[in-house]
Every structure is written in structure tokens, then in C-alpha cells.
């Protein structure tokens, strides 16, 4: 069970709960609609070597975050190379599958706004029409919908940074995905406008929501609440480094004191 922190603050442990199956995948829902969230939602899937089945995405946005693993993922029948750090666009009707070529797993964040609910795995069977075998086809190809974090520049506030994968610049026109990192220490506490999901990617710590905290580590998935105040806590003496998606979209940097 996640720990619950105040304000409707989730802290889920890194492979906390049973997985969903299909097919290749396995995948952890952590944040949606079912767990209390008003509209993002966040799951972790994990893609064994081989073909996935397509992944349906009719009315929402998704953005998607390759936390390890390398393949190939077929967006409306184009195939595009990705590997740990990339950030992915997948827009309203666009169905997604993966190409895992080994030994080891392919695994992905995934942020759905908003949240379509639902509690069974929604990956379709066989290939649909729409998706494609990802060979590409005739005409000028449009810009891949994906970015890779070694190739955005770095934003600083004060002692942090951050990087903006995806938003308006990839047509994500309701969510922004962005990895920060936060230095040692205990930043002041702060609320932001938006409703946020985060993953740790490196580094350890706490999750601060009023008086009450978790501990974090790579793996652990964070849900916060429009206006809920926290901060995350670096305990290290690295970079705590975190995955972040919120909705409405704008921009990191934007928070609000206590």
C-alpha cells in the first residue's frame, strides 16, 4: 500500500502492488482516477524482448518517459530508436506499441491527462490498421514526436535544474514532462497550481507533505494534488534526480510559498 501523506500526498515504493498483464507487458498503475486523482494518472510499464500490443489512446494525451531499456516504438505507423532518457509524445488516436530487441527489459513512465479511468489493461490485440509495422510509408515524414534528455538544454533556478521534454513544442497541448534535479538538502516547502506526478530517477531522499514524510529512492513514484504543499528532501550527497508530468501545462519553475 502507498504511504498516505497529508493532503491526498501518495508515496508508492519502486514495484509496489501486483501488475496488470499483457502480452509482453506488465504494467503498475499507480495514479489515476481510481486512486482519488482528479485528472493525470501514472503507470509503470515494463515490456519484456519482443513485440507489445498496441497501447489504445483515443481521447487523452499521453507523454511517456523511457526509464531504462532500449527499442523502437511505432507512432502512427513510423518507427523511431529510443533509449533511457527519451521523452515521447503520443496525441489523441494515436496508438503506440514497442519493439524490445533484448536481453533485458524495456520499461516507461506513462502519464495519461485526463485520466481515462478504468481498472482493466487496455492494450489491444494484434496490430491495428492505424498503427502500422513501423516501416514508414510514402510522403514527407513529420518531426518524431520525441525528445531526448541529452539534448535539452538545462534551465537553472537558484541551485537546481531542470529540462522540459515534452509540452507545446511536441503539440502536448494540456501536460508538460520535464526532469529536474535537486542538490542536497531540504528545499522550503511550496505548492504549485497544477496536479503533478513524479518518479525518482536517481539519488535518495524524503517526500515532505506537512508534517509527515516517506522515503524515496530510485523507482518511487510520487502523487501530488493541486495546491498541495510539500518539498522533496535531498538526503544524499548527489543529485536527487526526478521525473515530473503535471496538468494544466506550463512550466517547472512556477511555484507558490506556504
Request: hydrophobic share 35%.
Amino acid at each position: 500500500m502507498p504511504v498516505e501523506l497529508e493532503g491526498g500526498c501518495q508515496v508508492f515504493a519502486p514495484g509496489e502492488g501486483e501488475p496488470l498483464a499483457a502480452g509482453t507487458v506488465r504494467e503498475w498503475r499507480h495514479v489515476g482516477r481510481a486512486t482519488g486523482a482528479r485528472d493525470i494518472s501514472l503507470r509503470i510499464l515494463e515490456l519484456a524482448p519482443g513485440r507489445s500490443p498496441a497501447l489504445a489512446n483515443e481521447t487523452c494525451e499521453e507523454v511517456l518517459y523511457v526509464l531504462s531499456g532500449r527499442g523502437r516504438v511505432v507512432l502512427n505507423g513510423r518507427g523511431h530508436g529510443v533509449a533511457a532518457g527519451t521523452g515521447i509524445f503520443v496525441a489523441p488516436g494515436v496508438a503506440f506499441l514497442a519493439d524490445n530487441p533484448g536481453p533485458g527489459p524495456l520499461v516507461l513512465a506513462s502519464s495519461r491527462c485526463p485520466d481515462p479511468g478504468g481498472t482493466g489493461p487496455d492494450w489491444l490485440e494484434g496490430l491495428p490498421a492505424a498503427v502500422g509495422d513501423g516501416r514508414g510509408g510514402g510522403g514527407q515524414a513529420e518531426p518524431p514526436p520525441l525528445v531526448r534528455l541529452k539534448d535539452v538544454p538545462a534551465e537553472a533556478t537558484g541551485d537546481r535544474w531542470y529540462k522540459v521534454l515534452v509540452d507545446r513544442r511536441l503539440g502536448c497541448r494540456q501536460v508538460t514532462q520535464f526532469v529536474g534535479a535537486i542538490p542536497p538538502g531540504r528545499s522550503p516547502e511550496h505548492f504549485h497550481e497544477y496536479e503533478e506526478v513524479l518518479c525518482i530517477l536517481a539519488g535518495e531522499g524524503r517526500m515532505w507533505a506537512g508534517a509527515g514524510s516517506a522515503p524515496v529512492a530510485p523507482g518511487s513514484c510520487i502523487y501530488l494534488p493541486r495546491r498541495q504543499v510539500h518539498c522533496l528532501e535531498n538526503t544524499g550527497r548527489g543529485e536527487l534526480r526526478v521525473l515530473g508530468v503535471f496538468y494544466p501545462s506550463g512550466s517547472p519553475a512556477v511555484h507558490y510559498r506556504s
